[in-house]
């Protein structure tokens, strides 16, 4: 499921659309408080009910009129913007805008005082920062409360005060306990690799639609189905009994960097997400040391390194000689001899410990991720006692022998 869009830009002072519009809707209030008056009297429920429609009518035909003599472009954008923070908190908005607007003023409007913060502009729980090189500015706001809920603007002035267009609005709600967020706001993965975001929600909000959309494209993707596009994937699983669902993006490109949002019914939670380049430099499959060495009845460790592509595939320590592979996760004992593999996937990297060595376990191994092996010589150095006489004592040494 999308949503209907209506961005739009105008080219009025928004203190006085502001004015005009509150001044139509109180004439829409009184009207439509006459008609339900009215509508008591049943020889006049029809004549009610043409006042109501004629108000109604009344403040969409102004409504439109007034963008268009004003000069106003009408385009599509996000309806019922409203995104919802816990009080005390924080939050970022990203406010997107076309390249003509790039060397143009731009500022963050708020309706409940009607004052203005300009771009680069750093206050203690105010920053307004734009980036030209993404064709967006973010505005943050820190320890909000209850006085900070309403409506705010982005808004790009054109060059001719005080007409200025604006290109994105919604409403802020404050809450001790929000019905809609995210478990953390910004997120960062590897190219070719995955991330997953976890969207909370309140129980109010349960039977809702669930999506995760991006600011920059207007696309969203919904729980229940996966899509896939470019190479990159979108998968939402909902879990109703812990009031949650989980985005998970699989196969990232550096494109697919940007500002999105969890959604439910009216209600957003923004969360920027970071694609960092691999290094091209770097194997896709590695170790730390090609070649180790244990004593006989001893252990030994090898650490396998492996890139953010291969984070989810099958990772094995393999015998060359007899094609014997042990999987992570599992623990394998032979002959008195035993494998154990651990994984770390936030270093991307699995260890092998190998225990109680037999001088027969020396030979070539390979650390497996997916299709891709890399070799490892593994020698394990003989154990013998040899006996001594020092005067009239003896004493047995120990002695390690390669």
């Known amino acids: 499921m999308h949503y209907h869009f209506r961005k739009r830009t105008t080219s009025v002072s928004i203190s006085s659309s502001s004015k005009i519009i509150k001044e139509k809707k109180t004439e829409v209030d009184q009207l439509t408080s006459t008609a339900e008056k009215n509508s008591h009297w049943k020889h006049n429920i029809a004549r009610a009910n043409t006042m109501v429609l004629y108000a109604k009518a009344k403040i969409l035909y102004i409504s439109v009129g007034f963008w268009l003599i004003s000069g106003a472009e009408i385009y599509d954008g996000w309806v019922n913007n409203i995104v919802t923070v816990q009080t005390g908190g924080s939050v970022t908005i990203p406010c997107h805008y076309d390249e003509k607007y790039s060397q143009m ?3 963050w409007y708020s309706e409940i005082d009607r004052s203005k913060t300009y ?8 920053s307004v920062i734009d980036h030209p090189d993404q064709r967006l500015f973010t505005v943050t706001m820190r320890n909000l409360q209850n006085k900070h809920t309403g409506k705010y603007y982005c808004v790009v002035e054109n060059g001719e005060p005080p007409l200025a267009n604006i290109i994105y609005e919604f409403n ?5 306990a929000p019905d809609v967020s995210v478990v953390n706001s910004s997120v960062s993965g590897h190219e070719a690799g995955d991330i997953s975001v976890q969207c909370l929600y309140s129980s109010g909000y349960q039977y809702k639609t669930k999506q995760w959309c991006r600011y920059k494209d207007e696309r969203c993707y919904t729980v229940g189905r996966t899509d896939t596009s470019q190479s990159s994937s979108v998968q939402i699983s909902d879990d109703d009994g812990r009031r949650s669902f989980t985005v998970l993006m699989t196969g990232l490109r550096l494109t697919d960097s940007g500002w999105y949002f969890c959604s439910v019914g009216d209600l957003q939670a923004p969360v920027q997400l970071t694609v960092i380049e691999e290094d091209p430099h770097i194997p896709d499959v590695s170790v730390v040391n090609s070649s180790v060495s244990g004593h006989e009845a001893g252990d030994i460790s090898v ?4 890139s953010s592509r291969y984070q989810y595939k099958t990772k094995q320590w393999c015998r060359y000689k007899d094609e014997r592979c042990y999987t992570v996760g599992r623990t394998d004992t032979s002959q008195s001899s035993s494998v154990q593999i651990s994984d770390d996937d936030g270093r991307r990297s699995f260890t092998v410990l190998m225990t109680g060595l037999r001088l027969t376990d020396s030979g ?3 650390c497996s991720v997916g299709d891709l092996q890399a070799p490892v010589h593994l020698t394990v150095i003989k154990e013998v006692s040899v006996k001594t006489d020092i005067g009239a004592e003896k004493d047995k040494w120990r002695f390690c022998l390669p």
């Open 105 to 107: 003023k731009k500022y």
């Open 303 to 306: 650490q396998c390194l492996y």
């Open 119 to 126: 771009t680069n502009t750093t206050e203690e729980n105010l």
């Open 364 to 366: 070539w191994y390979f």
């Open 172 to 176: 802020l709600d404050i809450q001790s």
